[in-house]
């Protein structure tokens, strides 16, 4: 099946700094997502995002389709930005998201 | 965005009972719904895809007598864990989708078998 790999794993930021999450995935997708997992275990949309770019905020995310990788942006992070960022894809018709395995974001102040 | 509910948020259970887990997309009609389990630090792993009045598609591994599912409505879900033990406790999270749209996830369930 089609793998996805995110990077770093883990992340620890001062306040203020800007960052960049990457999702590469192995196979061509339909669709891909990026989410914030709260420290709560809810799953927060932040971008439906299969291709091209979108900014909803300090937030922003891009999608190369054709080089098989997304980015996702944080700039000027906040101590609530902390969680995890999970990249998820779909690869073919009604198929399910398959995640990859998270990047863990500290923010600090 | 819209919204899925899932109930209840927590449960803790001795082994043997069963427990079930309801999921509803609220402003949506989902034609397939999904259902996730994740164990602490990891990833979700996918359990099953169910769609409206059929029988759900199981992923490999997963036990299908132990974790019942029925899609009876478009917007309702259930995960019904027969026989808990305590290697089923878990976050356990379901998830809906209309057509080939954006998928959403309900808040989740903690599961505590005792």
């Known amino acids: 099946g089609i793998q996805v790999e995110q990077s770093p794993p883990d992340l620890i930021l001062q306040e203020g700094a800007n960052s960049t999450l990457r999702c590469n995935f192995s196979?061509?997708?339909?669709?891909l997502q990026w989410f914030h997992q709260n420290p709560w275990g809810q799953l927060i949309n932040l971008f439906y995002?299969?291709?091209g770019t979108k900014q909803n905020g300090r937030l922003s995310a891009t999608t190369v389709a054709t080089e098989r990788y997304s980015l996702l942006y944080i700039s000027s992070s906040q101590t609530t930005d902390s969680g995890v960022y999970f990249c998820a894809v779909v690869y073919s018709g009604n198929t399910p998201l398959v995640f990859g395995k998270g990047t863990r974001l500290s923010v600090i102040a | 965005g819209a919204v899925v509910s899932q109930h209840p948020s927590r449960v803790i259970c001795k082994s043997g009972t069963s427990v079930k887990i309801e999921c509803r997309s609220l402003d949506f009609q989902a034609t397939t719904m999904f259902w996730y389990r994740q164990f602490p630090k990891q990833s979700l792993m996918l359990m099953a895809t169910?769609?409206?009045?059929?029988?759900?598609?199981?992923e490999q591994g997963v036990e299908k007598d132990k974790f019942l599912i029925n899609h009876a409505s478009l917007t309702l879900s259930t995960l019904t864990v027969t026989s808990a033990h305590p290697e089923d406790s878990s976050f356990y999270i379901c998830?809906?989708?209309?057509?080939?749209?954006?998928?959403?996830f309900g808040p989740g369930t903690r599961l505590t078998v005792l």
């Open positions: 196979d061509s997708v339909n669709n």
């Open positions: 169910s769609n409206e009045g059929s029988k759900a598609t199981y």
């Open positions: 998830s809906a989708r209309r057509g080939y749209d954006e998928q959403f």
């Open positions: 995002i299969p291709s």
